[in-house]
């Protein structure tokens, strides 16, 4: 475990807020940023509200959740995302990427789903998908997967690429316009 990645064990729920953005995490960082706020407030500050008994109560309170919540996170820790393809990612990209090839259109987005399902940060397979679904004319799916991979840092290996992929979705956008101006002069000829 890495020395950056440990640190947010440190505040109960941080892990899974940092690490994965998860709404749980959230819901226990702001709850037990509450619960030291309140020991603090009533410890230093607004010493005449609480007596001493229910000042110390709320520290233990407070320590106890971050005991329970730190205790959690060590033993559920959330593993790293994998960087990179092992093996079998790579497998599951060539048996895509060959479908793609052979536009076997439905095989290769399904394998590709599945391979951005085990390696998340995989930049080559988003790209990838964002063609395949700029190809079968999905083109907002396929606008909001290559937009997705801009915004991820998998997407910096990818930016010409990413440039490129949404000029020719802006294109195939335009492209039926042009279709049906260029078919309504020749519909008007072929009534008259």
Do not use: C, H, N
Request: charged fraction near 20%; aromatic fraction near 8%; proline fraction near 5%.
């Amino acid at each position: 475990m890495g020395f950056a990645r440990s640190l947010t064990l440190v505040w109960p729920g941080l892990p899974w807020l940092w690490l994965r953005g998860s709404l749980a995490g959230l819901a226990l960082a702001l709850a037990f940023a509450v619960a030291v706020d309140v020991a603090v407030f009533t410890t230093f500050i607004w010493t005449e509200l609480v007596d001493t008994r229910t000042s110390l109560a709320l520290w233990t309170a407070t320590a106890a959740v971050w005991l329970v919540a730190t205790a959690s996170a060590v033993t559920g820790f959330p593993p790293p995302l994998p960087r990179g393809r092992d093996a079998a990612t790579e497998a599951v990209f060539v048996k895509a990427r060959d479908a793609y090839l052979g536009r076997d259109w439905l095989t290769a987005e399904t394998r590709l789903r599945a391979l951005l399902d085990m390696a998340p940060l995989d930049g080559e397979a988003q790209l990838l998908l964002g063609t395949l679904l700029r190809r079968v004319g999905r083109l907002d799916e396929a606008e909001e997967a290559v937009l997705k991979l801009s915004r991820s840092d998998a997407g910096a290996a990818w930016l010409a690429e990413i440039a490129g992929e949404l000029a020719r979705i802006t294109a195939a956008r335009r492209q039926p316009a042009a279709d049906a101006t260029v078919e309504a002069p020749q519909a008007a000829r072929r009534a008259a």
